[in-house]
């Protein structure tokens, strides 16, 4: 089992930015890709970014990748999720997850329980 505990998620304005946080525990942190993915009201939970066991290779939402960036520590077992140029439409319930598997692969198998990040106009 992995427990991820995600930090970092507030109320800000337009233009401001944040970063995420998710630390991971219970399993061996490098042996697992991460991901970010987030959900409004009413809305499907969508995929934001993940990053590759290593580091070395990430992926982006199409509409986040020039303002977002993920990034880990495997000596902390932290993953990160520096977000920049903030916009209303990006207020969402984020989520941290872990596969074993590859940061390629569209699904994972533990997830945080959430942090709120409200983006106001």
């Known amino acids: 089992q992995v427990q991820l505990i995600e930090t970092g998620g507030g109320l800000v304005q337009a233009g401001a930015s944040l970063r995420l946080s998710c630390a991971a525990s219970?399993?061996?942190?490098?042996?697992?890709?991460m991901a970010w993915f987030r959900q409004s009201p009413g809305k499907v939970r969508e995929f934001v970014a993940a990053?590759?066991?290593?580091?070395?290779?990430?992926r982006y939402l199409d509409s986040v990748g020039a303002r977002f960036i993920i990034s880990r520590d495997n000596a902390k077992n932290t993953v990160y999720l520096k977000m920049d140029s903030l916009k209303p439409e990006d207020t969402a319930v984020y989520y941290c997850?872990?596969?074993?598997?590859?940061?390629?692969?569209?699904?994972?198998?533990?997830w945080g329980q959430g942090t709120q990040v409200t983006v106001s106009s």
């Open positions: 990053i590759s066991k290593s580091g070395r290779s990430t």
């Open positions: 219970g399993r061996t942190f490098s042996n697992y890709a």
């Open positions: 997850a872990a596969n074993d598997r590859s940061y390629a692969s569209g699904q994972y198998d533990y």
